[in-house]
């Protein structure tokens, strides 16, 4: 075998991301739980050989395989632009068992007001994080941006939540486990549109075919923010609406009955399940990259947006 070329696009994706297949499996190894277990000598480890080999320098014996495995640990471990480590609950590896958790228990402890309060206020306390550990360079997060932003999506989830919660009184119970998606789904968005809010106001960039940066667009903006808002919904869905179905059956089942104590954990793990896939196939619904943005001056614009 010769030696592993200098020349290989690690700034992009591995797979082709003009197809949903390519997205998928890209964001399948983003979203990867198991990164969550690395230890930092392998953080370091793979940091180190995607700066060697950014900068031409070439680490003895290295395979392409392992390029890219070290490219993607690095990425799931620490901030493209500061080149900090984010926190472990901020990193997109750990989205399926944080959500896992949360959402579990907000569709297991969804009777009693005291617990729909809390798990709304925990939900999007983990999502400000998110948010934050993955702030955009181009666009930063302020502190009073975030701060907007966490309270007014927990005020909105909250609301929501305890709106439903009280019209679904007299109704079947099986509705009354659909309440914590809608507050969720109602957070969403209000909370994206309010941490990108500063995109809305400038736009985001721009670029030619090339890479070449051509400017700023309100326009891809719009358009990348209610994309995002579509695809948290969707990650949604799966997890918050196929396991309360199944557990509303199982619930009546003799088998839950003499064991209720089973009931939160099976539904966390049914959750878990779902966002397994859910989590990466949602992602891969629209590309990062927009290519129908048409400029003042006649040609094509390619509006960048991140997830």
Not at 25 to 38: A, E, G, Q, W
Not at 115 to 121: G, H, K
Not at 220 to 248: E, L, N, T, W, Y
Request: charged share 15%; with cysteine.
């Amino acid at each position: 075998m010769g030696e592993l070329p200098l020349n290989i696009n690690i700034e992009e994706p591995r797979w082709d991301q003009s197809t949903f297949l390519g997205r998928a499996r890209h964001f399948f190894t983003v979203t990867d739980p198991r990164n969550l277990l690395l230890s930092g000598a392998q953080l370091e480890a793979s940091r180190n050989i995607v700066q060697n080999y950014r900068a031409g320098v070439l680490t003895p014996g290295l395979t392409e395989d392992q390029l890219w495995r070290a490219k993607y640990v690095y990425d799931s471990a620490f901030h493209p632009d500061t080149g900090e480590k984010v926190v472990l609950i901020g990193r997109m590896s750990a989205q399926v068992p944080m959500n896992m958790t949360i959402t579990g228990c907000m569709l297991t402890f969804y009777r009693t007001t005291p617990t729909v309060v809390f798990w709304q206020w925990v939900n999007q306390s983990f999502n400000a994080i998110v948010n934050y550990s993955n702030r955009s360079g181009d666009a930063p997060i302020t502190v009073g941006q975030l701060g907007t932003a966490y309270v007014s999506a927990t005020t909105g989830a909250v609301a929501t939540a305890l709106g439903l919660k009280s019209l679904t009184k007299h109704l079947p119970p099986l509705v009354g486990r659909f309440v914590p998606f809608a507050a969720v789904a109602a957070a969403n968005c209000i909370n994206i549109p309010l941490m990108r809010q500063r995109e809305l106001q400038v736009g985001i960039p721009v670029t030619d075919e090339t890479g070449q940066r051509l400017g700023h667009s309100v326009t891809a903006a719009k358009q990348g923010i209610f994309q995002v808002v579509v695809s948290r919904i969707c990650m949604a869905i799966p997890a918050m609406a196929i396991p309360p179905v199944i557990m509303d059956t199982l619930e009546k089942k003799d088998f839950l009955k003499r064991r209720p104590w089973l009931g939160a954990p099976l539904q966390v793990g049914l959750v878990g399940f779902c966002l397994v896939f859910a989590t990466p196939l949602c992602c891969a619904l629209f590309p990062q990259r927009s290519p129908s943005i048409s400029s003042r001056r006649g040609g094509e614009w390619q509006a960048v947006h991140i997830l």
